[in-house]
């Protein structure tokens, strides 16, 4: 367990409301922050999103929810799912959000706080982040691709479980951090002559000064880690890497892991650095989308 004090974001949650019509109340808060999505009265959620807008014009998004076909995943990417489950079990969902102030990092990472959160209160994610979708239906796609998800009988890796956390989000930063075993950090421009070509998991790059933790990711770690180091000074991740005389990397493998379980131990780490250090990593959500 860590000796640091934690630092856990506080959020003034609103009450529960029904999503339906949501966002005709003016009576939301008219700013940036974080919204969450559960069937009526159950206690584990479905959904927790961010938004850089007033929260009820996002919320706004999810009208398609309630249309005579699934929505494409745009302007919202979690519409399709909702739309399935209310298809599948006439599913009623209720909405409460939080206003966010500062930087969109720092509210994104606020986001991720509040999914890991969730992660450790009920071993699992929200049921619909990491653009998951219920047994029984295909995802739409992007708008102007025009497919429009289907039932189906056939599952995919939307319809995969959650990753359970691997550790507690209150840890030391060392080399069993979140539960998992960490390479010893190395220059990070040596990287392609020590990982696998193939191999697949979570990576971490911090300043070889000061220490200072730079950036966590997840994806094929040679190519991704390769990536970071070549950007250039006018990428705004870039700009910062090139500050630095060393970047050091570390990395730990995950095996045969769908890509959204990837994504959900990323984000316990973000979550886990905010809760112990009270920041985010100073390339992070940088240059990159992360919906919400």
Known sequence: MSS?????????????????????????????????IRSFGQAQLLYIGQTGRALHQRLRDLQGVYGPEMP??????????????????AAEFEVSVAAVEGTAPHRKAVEAYAISQHREDFGVSPALNFGRMP??????????????????????????GSAPPMGPLLAELDGSWGGHAWSPWTAAG???????????????????????????????????LTAHVAKAPSHVQGAIFKLEPELQASWTVIFDSPRHQLLELENDLIASYLLVSGQVPAAQFLGEGRGG
Do not use: C, F, N
Request: aromatic share 8%; hydrophobic share 30%.
């Open 190 to 224: 040596t990287v392609a002559s020590q990982v696998p070509a193939q191999a697949v998991g979570l990576y971490r790059i911090r300043s070889g000064v000061t220490g200072a933790l730079l950036y966590i990711g997840q994806g094929r770690l040679r190519d991704r």
């Open 135 to 160: 047994k029984g239906y295909t995802m739409s796609s992007q708008r102007r691709e025009r497919q429009r998800g289907q039932p189906t009988d056939q599952d995919d890796a939307s319809h995969l």
């Open 72 to 89: 494409y995943r745009d302007p919202h990417t979690v519409a399709p799912a909702l739309w399935a489950l209310r298809q599948l079990h």
């Open 4 to 36: 640091a004090t934690p630092r856990p974001p506080m959020l003034a949650w609103t009450p529960w409301q029904p999503l339906r019509r949501s966002w005709l109340d003016r009576t939301l808060p008219s700013s940036p922050g974080l919204y969450r």
